[in-house]
């Protein structure tokens, strides 16, 4: 069976299966803990030992797991299905995030943004009726000079002092020199 396949119909039965628990944000923050911690674990998945003590790993990796998410992973270990974990959980989060109309976007600014800002973007997002919330992610990157990049799926809004200078560069360029008055 393809895994991608395979992941999509296991994430959409963790989420089915939170969201009628009442542990959805839970099982997404756990979901999130163990995929940060996979790396980690390396090769140890993989290796053909009891499922008690690959429970028991993932225990310790994501301490305090909600009963949904490990009653889950043990159906996880018991079909042995541990390899596909990474795009398992994965395409839980992005599942999760569809079924509530979260949506995903990337700020980049030159340094720390204000509340305000963010507070804007957001709604300016939420108001092109898109989404019914969104997840900012912010990165500061001093390349840009000033102002921001932000990105919202397929859309980008650059408004950074790079940018500007970039086109300033190009109309330059375009007219061979000549003055601009």
Sequence with gaps: MNSGLLAKRYAAALEQYCSECS???QCLEDARRLLA???ALGDYLGKPLPAASKMEVFRKVV???????????SLVVAHRREAGLRRIL????AEYKRVRGIVD???TVASEPSEQLLERLRKMTLA?????SV?????????IIGGFVYKVADKRLDASVKRQIHDLKKAFET???KRII
């Design 175 to 177: 007219n061979n020199n």
């Design 37 to 39: 911690a996979l790396p």
């Design 128 to 132: 092109s009726g898109e989404a019914k």
């Design 23 to 25: 542990q959805g944000e």
């Design 63 to 73: 301490p305090g797991m909600c009963t949904a998410f490990e009653r889950f992973l």
């Design 135 to 143: 997840d900012i992610e912010v990165d500061i990157d001093p390349g």
């Design 90 to 93: 994965t395409s839980f989060i």
């Design 105 to 107: 976007a990337r700020l």
